[in-house]
């Protein structure tokens, strides 16, 4: 067990000696990485549900079905899920079956939202890990092919501490007190053996893109019922031929649907019809899109006319498929049982301090729980953390300081689905801070870097000056067709830093 304390009501020191990290996807490994750093725990274990690192970034081509999809999705509680049970034959096809028979000889899967043209939304040279360089020959945005293999090539000296097709089903605290100690129930997936361990500590880095979130508009479960099928999610969406000739809505213009718009676009009854709140952070500075119909959120549905009526009375019927690009609830069905509850209306995740410990109890905590941010060095700098904290290097503030930060979060952005939002520049500032507090703490003579442990990304100005320009990047990026194919640089799109110095020295009021 670990060595916990408090001496003080200003502060609260933590010392764990085991450590339970759920999910190998890429902020599982950061934190292992972290952990391992410390040199101070006995035991650190990560679960992973699939057969191999990456989380999300493991593409599934053809397994989307999945029961958590329901229209509309009100629902954030989710579920511990049972995998699709994927088996290889003699002549080279694949046969899927969701709750099975899983012999050995099965992998399970679990459905990925990625789609077979993602490219990356954020330059490979802000997204990437501190200390590994993507492939020379990678495109500057990359393929999610060539993500899934940089992860797992940063994760390979931490291999030792994942169990995988391993499903964490349940977590619970042994005691009431705030540095309590945690009980992990588990199965394996493959035997469906079940076990139970105790862990001093526990990090949840499991993601926020499992539980599809699909608003209640009127009508809308009438209408879906009359023409199943047509309503999806981006989750589910995989290649834009699958829509040629039909008359389409997207609903939602974030990252995924701003792209996913644009491909289907190519293969659609035009004009596609752009349904969204806001305007488009990664199109707003281009040209309107002719084969594009950028129209207001949708009021209603119409079934007897398979029609839509949007907010400023258009009305467009005889639809043959609706895209909800409306994003995820955070849902942790494993933590189900802890109080008082992390999930309320699934927006955000309840009672997180600085979006990273639970604050009543914070040796459970959280990793990329933060979105418009760039989440690989968000995980670093979260990890750097709570790693010094639970090796006993840093302390945390009492649980009222931790509160009272949580306040006045809810006071600036909202107790809703803008809680856990960065946008520029506070991802930076967010990631900078954290790995500032990092590395205020003590050193120790076992440790690398002269004791400071491992260092955290810090960003300087060339990140910040990516980081606000990449949207424009990407479209530029996007402009170059098949030519983004062989594209490394950002000077190959016309982004040279060292002009934006120039122009910054002689005080030009354009800067990019």
């Excluded at 079956?97 to 490219?119: C, Q």
């Excluded at 990356?120 to 360089?133: A, S």
Aim: glycine share 6%.
């Amino acid at each position: 067990m670990g060595d916990f304390e408090a001496p003080s009501s200003e502060k609260l020191s933590l010392r764990a000696r085991s450590i339970a990290v759920i999910g190998a996807g890429p902020s599982g490994l950061v934190a292992a990485k972290y952990l391992r750093a410390e040199k101070a725990f006995s035991n650190i274990v990560l679960f992973e549900q699939r057969p191999r690192d990456g989380g999300i970034w493991n593409y599934t081509s053809e397994e989307r079905d999945e029961d958590l999809f329901t229209v509309p999705q009100k629902n954030p509680s989710g579920k511990n899920q049972d995998p699709i049970w994927k088996q290889g034959l003699a002549n080279g096809h694949t046969t899927t079956g969701i709750n099975g028979a899983n012999p050995a000889s099965k992998d399970p899967t679990f459905v990925s939202p990625m789609y077979e043209r993602l490219e990356t939304n954020i330059p490979r040279g802000l997204m990437g890990f501190k200390n590994l360089d993507w492939p020379q020959d990678s495109q500057l945005f990359p393929k999610h092919q060539t993500v899934l293999k940089y992860i797992e090539d940063y994760g390979r000296d931490v291999q030792y501490t994942v169990r995988y097709t391993t499903q964490v089903t349940n977590v619970t605290p042994t005691s009431d007190d705030s540095a309590s100690s945690w009980s992990v129930t588990s199965r394996h997936l493959q035997t469906s053996t079940t076990t139970t361990e105790i862990y001093d500590a526990v990090v949840v880095a499991n993601g926020h893109f499992i539980t599809p979130y699909i608003p209640d508009i009127f009508n809308i479960a009438e209408w879906n019922k009359a023409y199943p099928g047509l309503i999806s999610h981006s989750k589910y969406y995989r290649r834009p031929e699958e829509f040629i000739g039909k008359k389409v809505i997207v609903v939602g213009n974030s990252a995924s649907g701003a792209d996913i718009s644009n491909q289907i676009a190519e293969h659609c009854t035009l004009p596609l019809l752009w349904s969204s709140k806001s305007t488009n952070l990664f199109v707003s500075a281009t040209p309107t899109d002719p084969r594009r119909r950028e129209l207001p959120p949708i009021e209603r549905f119409n079934p007897e006319m398979r029609g839509v009526e949007f907010e400023d009375g258009t009305i467009e019927n005889d639809i043959d498929a609706i895209v909800f690009a409306t994003g995820y609830f955070y849902s942790l069905p494993f933590l189900e049982d802890v109080r008082p509850k992390l999930i309320t209306d699934g927006s955000h995740v309840n009672h997180t301090y600085k979006h990273l410990f639970y604050a009543p109890k914070p040796t459970l905590s959280f990793l990329a729980l933060p979105q418009r941010v760039i989440p690989f060095p968000t995980a670093e700098a979260q990890a750097a953390v709570l790693a010094r904290v639970y090796s006993g290097r840093l302390s945390l503030p009492s649980l009222a300081e931790m509160e009272k930060w949580e306040d006045e979060q809810k006071a600036e952005a909202g107790d809703g689905r803008r809680f856990h939002l960065l946008p520029f520049p506070k991802d930076g500032q967010n990631i900078n801070e954290l790995s500032k507090w990092a590395l205020s703490a003590p050193r120790k003579d076992d440790l690398s870097n002269e004791g400071q442990g491992m260092i955290p990304p810090v960003w300087g100005e060339w990140e910040f000056w990516c980081r606000e320009n990449f949207p424009a990047i990407r479209q530029a990026f996007g402009k170059l067709g098949e030519k983004r194919f062989e594209t490394r640089t950002l000077e190959e799109v016309g982004f040279r830093y060292d002009e934006y110095k120039k122009k910054k020295a002689k005080g030009d009021e354009k800067l990019v």
